[in-house]
């Protein structure tokens, strides 16, 4: 199926590694130019390089929880690449351990990461006949679990918001949704450190999985890739689940 972004421009936060790394790729293989950011420098020139074969893909290297950084690389994105049409907010602290410190550091990378970058690239996406804006969540943000601290909260708060942008934001053709993602696996990620620290957690949360196992990043890219394109042009303020089963809640 083309899902008609060849040549769209998409930016993406938290592009090198796990499922923000799986939707810079995603994106690339269907044609789309790339923007994307983190924190470090270094990671971010070696994706860059990585992946340079695969399309026109530009990374920066900056802290999203710096708002003017953010509205930086926003504007100089949009200029460089002549407009954006595709956003996905895939940046976390991952701060699960309750601590006072996690809970500012959640707030500021999480949240109002993804609040500021909505601000900042709504003005551009009203000028796009694609027009998508994603936030990557968390069944963790849906139900109560072991992450119900700092990250289990701010990534309910992304919901919530993300489901009123889609609503002030749908007449002027802007679709809004988030993306909740159940357990992943990918080394760098949470999951790997927990195997190896605790093992009775790790068993628990993968005796949860009724698939019998966990997810991977490129299985969370090819939704969300689907659902920034105009073949999903319908679908604005939804909260999609991709967590095989996982959560036992029904959405009403």
Avoid at 33 to 42: G, M, Y
Avoid at 149 to 176: E, H, N, W
Wanted: proline fraction near 4%; aromatic fraction near 6%.
């Amino acid at each position: 199926m083309d899902l008609n972004i060849r040549g769209k421009t998409a930016l993406v936060t938290g592009g090198t590694r796990g499922i923000g790394r799986a939707i810079v790729e995603a994106f690339l293989a269907e044609g789309a130019d790339v923007a994307f950011c983190a924190r470090s420098a270094q990671a971010v020139a070696d994706t860059e390089l990585e992946l340079a074969s695969q399309g026109r893909v530009i990374g920066t290297a900056f802290d999203v929880s710096d708002s003017a950084s953010l509205s930086d690389w926003v504007a100089a994105t949009a200029e460089e690449l002549g407009g954006i049409d595709m956003v996905v907010s895939s940046v976390s602290a991952l701060a699960i351990p309750d601590t006072e410190e996690n809970w500012y550091r959640s707030f500021n990378v999480d949240l109002m990461a993804t609040v500021n970058l909505s601000k900042a690239v709504i003005p551009h996406l009203k000028r796009s006949d694609v027009a998508s804006l994603i936030a990557i969540s968390s069944v963790s943000g849906r139900e109560a679990d072991f992450a119900s601290g700092p990250y289990g909260t701010m990534k309910t708060a992304i919901i919530g918001y993300m489901a009123g942008l889609a609503l002030q934001s749908a007449d002027s053709g802007v679709r809004v949704n988030t993306v909740s993602p159940g357990n992943t696996y990918h080394q760098g990620g949470v999951w790997p450190g927990i195997e190896a620290d605790d093992p009775a957690l790790f068993d628990y949360a993968l005796g949860l999985n009724p698939t019998g196992r966990m997810g991977t990043p490129e299985e969370t890219a090819a939704s969300v890739v689907f659902l920034s394109s105009p073949r999903s042009s319908r679908t604005s303020g939804a909260n999609l689940l991709i967590d095989g089963a996982l959560t036992r809640g029904i959405q009403v």
